[in-house]
């Protein structure tokens, strides 16, 4: 199943670094989203665009950026970090319907494993 | 407001074994249904869904029915295979939530030969 693709699989980085998680969905879609997954606690979402706009930022702190350049790609850029960010990011892309259904399926990616030192 | 409540895990098996999952969910009107399986390693895959009161979805031999009167959406399998180990996740979806999906905590499935 390659709809969703994400890269790096595999990132550790220091407080101080700066990186970015790319995502690419290839299912024609036109919802995109940051998931962050860690253990013992519910997947939480972070960000969600439709059409390429941002529709929802569930209070995460300032130091993940996400940027939608269109419909297929979504970044999400990380700088200063801190240990407690260590986590499994997905990413997952839906086909948006009626607004505000909320109704649709959504198809996740492999997950970036983050590793903050 | 809207929460999903998991059966909490690990559960082990032994291959051929039949499986229940427990889902309940608290919603108000009429939300959608799902659940999600994560194999070892990788992301999300969504197993089976169903979107109004009655529906049974089904795939790989999976099975669940969303029952409103009880509000529950049971995963069950019959006869489950080593490969089936993973990470089960129940989730819903309402039309009030504009796109989220409110999640359980996941079931740990562990089955041995």
């Known amino acids: 199943e390659t709809g969703v693709t994400q890269t790096p699989r595999h990132l550790v980085m220091g407080m101080t670094n700066k990186k970015s998680l790319k995502c690419e969905q290839h299912l024609g879609h036109n919802a995109m989203y940051w998931y962050k997954q860690s253990a013992k606690k519910p997947l939480e979402l972070m960000f969600v665009y439709s059409l390429e706009e941002r529709v929802e930022n569930n209070s995460v702190p300032s130091r993940f950026s996400p940027e939608c350049p269109n419909s297929s790609h979504l970044f999400l850029h990380l700088h200063t970090l801190q240990p407690e960010d260590s986590a499994l990011y997905l990413c997952?892309?839906?086909?948006?319907?009626?607004?505000?259904?909320?109704?649709?399926?959504?198809?996740f990616g492999p997950g970036t494993r983050l590793l903050v030192l | 407001g809207n929460s999903v409540t998991q059966m909490e895990g690990p559960v082990t098996l032994s291959e051929e074994a039949f499986l229940t999952i427990n889902c309940t969910y608290t919603a108000t009107g009429y939300p959608s249904l799902f659940w999600y399986v994560q194999y070892p390693g990788e992301g999300l895959q969504l197993l089976l869904k169903a979107t109004k009161a009655d529906d049974k979805g089904s795939n790989k031999g999976f099975e669940a029915t969303y029952r409103k009167e009880t509000t529950s959406f049971h995963l069950e399998k019959g006869s489950v295979q080593v490969s089936d180990s993973a990470v089960y996740f129940c989730?819903?979806?309402?039309?009030?939530?504009?796109?989220?999906?409110?999640w359980g905590l996941g079931t740990s499935l562990a089955v041995n030969p």
């Open positions: 989730a819903l979806s309402n039309a009030g939530n504009n796109r989220k999906l409110i």
């Open positions: 997952a892309s839906s086909q948006d319907g009626l607004a505000g259904r909320g109704l649709e399926t959504q198809y």
